[in-house]
């Protein structure tokens, strides 16, 4: 099978060209060049697709001795991850860029060049699980499943919950059957000068990790109103865009609370550009209505019985959910903090990843 190796420069995804390349495949390493400024030194970048990241991921594809290309898509990571990230935080949502990423540009764009160019499949280094089941409506009689990867510390499966069906038939992730540990040991075995770089973290395109400052160098400041939910106003923002629903260090809030509780910010209304708090006991929902519905098989049919995450390292919580047309509905057994519009709800069966939704909007049962 020809295969392109997404090569990131980092360890994980060296480890898992190599894995592919013992497997008997024949192997392309591709870098995703996403930066129209990369910067030089990985020490002015929190992220990755750096320029050091770019040669990094050279020497592991020469020590390995398979071709290397560094593939432009910067314009189309620019488009489609970094400007609706801007627009999703501006219309007062929470995006979640590694999802959109995994969506639109590494099983999207880079597969779809790959499938054009006569190879296969796309092999990354995410730490997930795919498993092959029978299935008589498949071709070939076979479905693959979406799985957890052995190692939860590093389980990336919530990230990856945007993938489709057919998507995850060209998708190979060789490292989700070994802890992380055990990676880095191989690397180093095999030589691999990135056996012991550090991981990239934060949001890729943000180089110094300060999103709220990020935004505002783009949308501007926007001086509005923090206030309390009886429209009291307790301090001052420059843009609701920098907000959060959950968020509680930052909010610069110049009358205390009666009782001495923190608050948090439990709504933003970009609308009016104001920022409203509370008290925990307000972030609290267990009804969440997802849209953007995007299954990893075939969709659910009637209520099913679920595992509901939230957050890319979440707890996952007991739930049920339906599919309503575009949309998918989720009622979680008990209530949970901090659930904010723009994020996903990703949903499981066990290991297995039944699909994911953006979160359009959340509430409460009347139960306590």
């Known amino acids: 099978m020809r295969v392109v190796a997404a090569m990131s420069g980092g360890v994980d995804s060296a480890v898992a060209a190599s894995r592919?390349?013992?497997?008997?495949?024949?192997?392309?390493g591709v870098h995703l060049a996403l930066s129209q400024s990369a910067a030089t030194l990985r020490e002015s970048a929190r992220g990755c697709c750096t320029i050091e990241d770019a040669g990094d991921a050279r020497r592991v594809a020469?020590?390995?001795?398979?071709?290397?290309?560094?593939?432009?898509?910067?314009?189309?990571?620019?488009?489609?991850?970094?400007e609706d990230f801007v627009a999703e935080y501006a219309a007062g949502r929470t995006p979640n860029p590694c999802l959109?990423?995994?969506?639109?540009?590494?099983?999207?764009?880079?597969?779809?060049?790959?499938?054009?160019?006569?190879?296969?499949?796309?092999?990354?280094?995410?730490y997930a699980q795919i498993e092959e089941v029978p299935d008589p409506t498949a071709?070939?009689?076979?479905?693959?499943?979406?799985?957890?990867?052995?190692?939860?510390?590093?389980?990336?499966?919530?990230?990856?919950?945007?993938?489709?069906?057919?998507?995850?038939?060209?998708?190979?992730?060789?490292l989700g059957d070994t802890t992380k540990p055990d990676i880095r040991a191989e690397a180093a075995a095999r030589g691999f000068s990135v056996a012991k770089k550090p991981d990239s973290h934060d949001i890729c395109f943000i180089a110094d990790g300060d999103t709220r400052g990020w935004l505002a160098d783009r949308l501007g400041e926007q001086p509005g109103e923090i206030v309390d939910t009886d429209g009291t106003v307790l301090g001052e923002?420059?843009?609701?865009?920098?907000?959060?629903?959950?968020?509680?260090?930052?909010?610069?809030?110049?009358?205390?609370?009666?009782?001495?509780?923190?608050?948090?910010?439990?709504e933003t209304k970009p609308e009016i550009n104001t920022v409203v708090v509370g008290t925990a006991e307000l972030l609290g929902v267990d009804e969440i209505t997802g849209d953007h519905a995007r299954w990893c098989g075939p969709a659910p049919e009637g209520i099913v019985s679920v595992g509901a995450q939230v957050r890319a390292h979440g707890e996952e919580i007991p739930a049920t959910a339906w599919a309503d047309g575009e949309d998918v509905q989720v009622r979680l057994e008990r209530r949970i903090r901090g659930v904010a519009p723009g994020q996903s709800?990703?949903?499981?069966?066990?290991t297995r990843v039944v699909g994911s939704a953006t979160i359009a909007k959340t509430g409460t049962s009347r139960r306590e």
């Not at 920098?242 to 809030?253: H, I, N, P």
């Open 20 to 28: 592919m390349l013992e497997a008997g495949h024949e192997v392309v």
């Open 62 to 82: 020469d020590k390995l001795g398979i071709p290397f290309y560094v593939w432009d898509m910067a314009a189309r990571f620019k488009e489609d991850v970094v």
């Open 100 to 126: 959109r990423c995994n969506e639109k540009i590494k099983f999207a764009a880079l597969l779809d060049k790959a499938l054009a160019l006569g190879f296969d499949a796309v092999a990354t280094g995410h």
């Open 139 to 174: 071709p070939q009689g076979i479905r693959r499943e979406l799985h957890r990867a052995v190692d939860m510390a590093k389980d990336q499966s919530y990230v990856l919950g945007v993938l489709d069906a057919e998507q995850l038939e060209r998708s190979f992730f060789p």
């Open 237 to 266: 923002h420059g843009g609701s865009f920098g907000y959060t629903v959950g968020q509680r260090k930052g909010l610069g809030l110049q009358v205390p609370a009666a009782d001495g509780a923190p608050r948090y910010v439990v």
């Open 345 to 350: 709800v990703v949903l499981y069966d066990g």
